[in-house]
C-alpha cells in the first residue's frame, strides 16, 4: 500500500507568481484533505474533498487559493499572486470513509515565497 | 472556541527516562482525539486514536490514555530515535477536519 505522495517536495518561487501543487492520495481513499503549517505550529485546515466534491473550506483559503480534485482521484492546490505570508508546508491527508477517522499524510510541499 | 493545548512546548529526556506529554482539549462534542509524530521536514505520522474516556493505546514504547479533558503520551525508556515532535489533533462533531495543538519537541539524548 503506497502512501500519499506529493509533488513538489520543494517550491521557490517570487512574490506575485502563481504555483500548484499536487497530491496523490492512498488509492481507494475517497476523503482528501489540504492543511498548511508553520514553523513551530501544528497543521491548520484548508480544505476537505470526498470523491471529487468540495465539501468545505477554511476561512483560511482566501480567494487566491483554490483547490481541484477531478474525477475524484489526485488533487491540485493553486495559489495565485503569492505573498511572503504563503510561505509554509503545504500538507495533503486522505483517509476512507469506513468509520475510521484517522488522516494520512504526505510528504509535503515546502513553499517559499522570495 | 475549541481549543486545543499541548504542553511542555519541549523535552529533553536523558535516554531511558521515561516522561509524560500532555494534549488538554476544550471541544464541544469530542468525537475522537488523534497523536502523530513529525520529524523535521515530513508529514505527520498517525500513531494513536482514542474515543471514549479511560480508553488506553499502545505501540511499542508509547502508550496514549484520555480523560474528559486530556489526553497523555507516556514515553518509557525513549531512545534517541523517539526524538521528534509529537502532534495532538481532535475531531469533534459531524466535522471531517482534524484541530491541531502546536506540538511537543521532544529530544532524547543519548
Known amino acids: 500500500d503506497t502512501g500519499v505522495s506529493q509533488d513538489p517536495r520543494h517550491k521557490i518561487t517570487k512574490r506575485g507568481q502563481n504555483v500548484t501543487f499536487r497530491c496523490d492520495p492512498i488509492s481507494e481513499h475517497n476523503r482528501l484533505y489540504w492543511y498548511r503549517q508553520t514553523l513551530g505550529q501544528g497543521p491548520e485546515f484548508l480544505t476537505y474533498f470526498q470523491n471529487e466534491a468540495q465539501l468545505e473550506k477554511s476561512r483560511l483559503l482566501s480567494d487566491r487559493f483554490s483547490a481541484e480534485r477531478p474525477k475524484g482521484s489526485f488533487s491540485t492546490l493553486e495559489i495565485q499572486r503569492t505573498e511572503q505570508g504563503d510561505s509554509a508546508m503545504y500538507l495533503c491527508a486522505s483517509n476512507i470513509r469506513t468509520g475510521r477517522d484517522e488522516q494520512y499524510f504526505g510528504p509535503g510541499t515546502r513553499l517559499t515565497v522570495t | ?110
Request: one cysteine or more; a neutral charge.
Open chain 2, 1 to 110: 472556541e475549541d481549543q486545543v493545548t499541548q504542553s511542555p512546548e519541549a523535552l529533553r529526556l536523558q535516554e531511558g527516562e521515561s516522561s509524560s506529554l500532555n494534549c488538554s482539549y476544550t471541544v464541544s462534542g469530542l468525537r475522537g482525539l488523534f497523536w502523530y509524530r513529525q520529524d523535521p521536514g515530513k508529514g505527520p505520522e498517525f500513531l494513536f486514536t482514542l474515543y471514549s474516556a479511560g480508553e488506553e493505546k499502545e505501540k511499542e514504547r508509547l502508550k496514549a490514555t484520555l480523560t474528559k479533558k486530556e489526553s497523555f503520551l507516556h514515553i518509557t525508556a525513549p531512545k534517541p530515535e523517539d526524538s521528534a515532535t509529537y502532534l495532538c489533533a481532535v475531531l469533534k462533531g459531524s466535522a471531517r477536519q482534524l484541530t491541531f495543538g502546536s506540538g511537543t519537541q521532544l529530544t532524547v539524548l543519548p
